[in-house]
């Protein structure tokens, strides 16, 4: 199924799949009809049970990369894992049951001539949309650090990791995750952009995003408990990501950076 040319991919695509095989290939389908020929799809696939990577390497073209975990790691690992793998210039989240609406890659690298991360807004299909149905980013917030760092902690400015697109440079300073972190690597990698004052929002759709119960990364409601965590994980995210830019900022070009 993989097949290298030998040319550096200027778009490299990260896939995170488990279980996904009742709308993985629609994705598929999508994503591959806005590649070029060196692009890349990578698809890692976190110990599917129903066929999901069968599925996948069934799929005869070239540009997908598919990757089989020797254990379940679970959704964020598992993005961790597609992300270390990528190499284009241009690198896309992906989740493995929306559908890329055309027009969607060329409308994400124009904004990033401009910004080393852009995030867009995505139009919701299926199931209960609940809260999610009124929260859109807006473009006039981009340049907001301080008030799109507390949207984050606090939970009212949402960025979908499905809708993100970045610069290598900017993966640099998102991988590796922070060690404590277990969940919402999306919004992880938003506050690596928003510390770095180097992220876009668009109002556009550029996906149609599936909520339902099968998501992998979850959007039911939690216990207190659990949220209060999660807002302390940000916190640190937070600390960590001022760490690395910083650190980014202060080392010479070649220089290796430790990440903490």
């Not at 760092?149 to 939970?155: D, N, Q, S």
């Amino acid at each position: 199924m993989y097949a290298s040319s030998g040319a550096v991919p200027r778009v490299s695509v990260c896939m995170a799949a488990y279980n996904g095989s009742r709308h993985i290939a629609e994705q598929i389908d999508s994503i591959l009809s806005e590649l070029a020929p060196d692009d890349e799809l990578i698809v890692v696939d976190d110990c599917s049970t129903d066929g999901t990577a069968q599925l996948v390497a069934g799929i005869e073209d070239s540009r997908i990369r598919l990757i089989r975990a020797e254990s379940n790691a679970g959704y964020v690992k598992t993005f961790e894992r597609a992300l270390s793998e990528a190499r284009g210039e241009y690198v896309f989240l992906s989740d493995q049951d929306d559908i890329w609406i055309p027009g969607r890659v060329g409308i994400m690298i124009g904004a990033l001539q401009s910004k080393g991360m852009v995030v867009s807004n995505c139009q919701h299909i299926e199931g209960d949309l609940g809260r999610f149905h009124e929260i859109r980013l807006r473009a006039r917030d981009s340049g907001h650090t301080f008030r799109n760092i507390l949207g984050v902690v606090v939970g009212y400015r949402l960025h979908w990791g499905c809708a993100m697109a970045f610069r290598r440079s900017m993966l640099e300073q998102v991988l590796p995750f922070p060690s404590h972190m277990t969940e919402s690597h999306d919004q992880w990698i938003a506050l690596v952009g928003i510390v770095n004052r180097s992220i876009l929002y668009l109002e556009t759709d550029t996906i149609l995003h599936r909520l339902h119960g099968g998501n992998l990364t979850p959007t039911g409601i939690r216990s207190f408990r659990k949220i209060l965590g999660a807002r302390v994980a940000f916190l640190r995210n937070v600390l960590t990501a001022t760490k690395r830019a910083s650190s980014t900022r202060r080392a010479p070009v070649s220089a290796t950076v430790a990440r903490p």
